[in-house]
């Protein structure tokens, strides 16, 4: 991977954020469909590029960015069948990732790092990748909740409200 452009505040963003998902993503939560997160993280990830001087964009450039679109769609949606949506005794919908769901994040790693060397910017898209991601996860795991249990979209929704009401 290029890191000539990598801040080392991206690195340590990245992996404080790694870490706090991979945790999340084993622990049992309630469904929710907000992405106001992972738009900030697209943002702040896509703001990242205005500070290159001369971007060379070339064909590299565009194998780079569909490589990097199918490998995290293509992972998101992965990690979203990978989890266990269940009901918890509420009856309100909740999912927990497994090991299988922590493999393919670090497939999903190394995939991108593998054809990283396409583009000499490369490293920039890291918060991006993260954002798009789990945007793509969160919203397939809506689906497939949504399908599974069509009759507890209400009660989650409910759950939520009143949670968000207590804080």
């Known amino acids: ?4 452009h990598l801040t080392i505040s991206n ?6 954020i790694l870490v ?22 697209i943002v702040v990830g896509l703001s ?12 590299n450039f565009y194998l780079f ?9 293509i992972s998101g949606i992965l990690r979203a069948f990978s989890s266990r949506i269940f009901l918890n ?10 090991y299988l769901t ?3 994040w670090l497939l999903t790693i190394a995939a991108k790092y593998s054809f990283s060397s396409l583009w000499q910017y490369s490293s920039l898209s890291i918060l991006v990748t993260l954002g798009l991601s789990l945007m793509v996860q969160r919203g397939t795991t809506w689906l497939l909740a949504s399908t599974k249990f069509p009759e ?3 009660i989650t929704k409910q759950f939520l409200i009143d949670a968000k009401r207590k804080k």
Request: hydrophobic residues 55%; aromatic residues 6%.
């Open 1 to 4: 991977m290029n890191i000539d």
């Open 11 to 16: 690195i340590l963003i990245a992996l404080i």
């Open 20 to 41: 706090f998902i991979v945790k999340r993503q084993l622990a049992i939560h309630v469904i929710n469909f907000k992405i106001k997160l992972y738009i900030i993280l």
């Open 48 to 59: 990242q590029f205005t500070k290159i001087h001369n971007l060379d964009i070339n064909s």
């Open 65 to 73: 960015v569909t490589l990097s679109l199918l490998t995290v769609v």
């Open 89 to 98: 005794t509420e009856g309100v919908i909740v999912r927990q990732g497994t």
């Open 102 to 104: 922590l493999l393919l």
């Open 152 to 154: 507890n979209i209400t």
